[in-house]
């Protein structure tokens, strides 16, 4: 299965919920997933995606919205993998929870900023 994310410059926030239902699938599916890019030009995607995707258990790439096309032709150029086994999934799943709870955390509280107002933190 190859999974390609895409999120726009509208882009805000993930709820609690959304999360929830990425790891539902991802228990389930990961072992089948035989890539995985994500395509955003918002930082704060593309820096929690880079950390998450170092623990993934398949082949993950981090592009730019424009690159959407580069994505596409990376994705399917992917060979077919092999089922991870449960110990991969597993690892992922440890070892990718701590960093993406941690980075993407902020984003389900994060509101928005009115455009011209600084950010405070």
């Given at each position: 299965?190859r999974?390609p994310?895409?999120?726009?410059?509208g882009?805000e926030g993930?709820?609690?919920?959304a999360?929830?239902?990425?790891?539902?699938?991802g228990l389930k599916?990961a072992?089948?997933l035989?890539?995985?890019?994500?395509?955003?030009?918002?930082r704060?995607?593309?820096?929690p995606?880079?950390a998450?995707?170092?623990w993934?258990p398949c082949?993950t790439?981090?592009?730019d919205?424009?690159?959407?096309?580069?994505a596409?032709a990376w994705l399917?150029?992917?060979?077919?993998?092999?089922?991870?086994?449960?110990?991969e999934?597993?690892?992922a799943?440890?070892?990718g929870?701590g960093?993406?709870a941690v980075?993407?955390g902020?984003l389900?509280v994060?509101?928005?900023?009115p455009e011209?107002?600084?950010r405070?933190?």
């Amino acid at each position: 299965m190859r999974l390609p994310y895409q999120f726009g410059p509208g882009f805000e926030g993930i709820t609690a919920g959304a999360l929830w239902a990425d790891a539902r699938f991802g228990l389930k599916y990961a072992r089948l997933l035989d890539g995985c890019p994500v395509v955003s030009d918002v930082r704060w995607v593309r820096a929690p995606s880079n950390a998450i995707g170092g623990w993934m258990p398949c082949p993950t790439q981090v592009y730019d919205n424009d690159e959407r096309d580069d994505a596409v032709a990376w994705l399917t150029s992917l060979p077919g993998a092999a089922d991870a086994s449960v110990l991969e999934i597993a690892e992922a799943f440890i070892g990718g929870a701590g960093p993406a709870a941690v980075s993407l955390g902020g984003l389900v509280v994060r509101s928005p900023v009115p455009e011209g107002h600084p950010r405070r933190g």
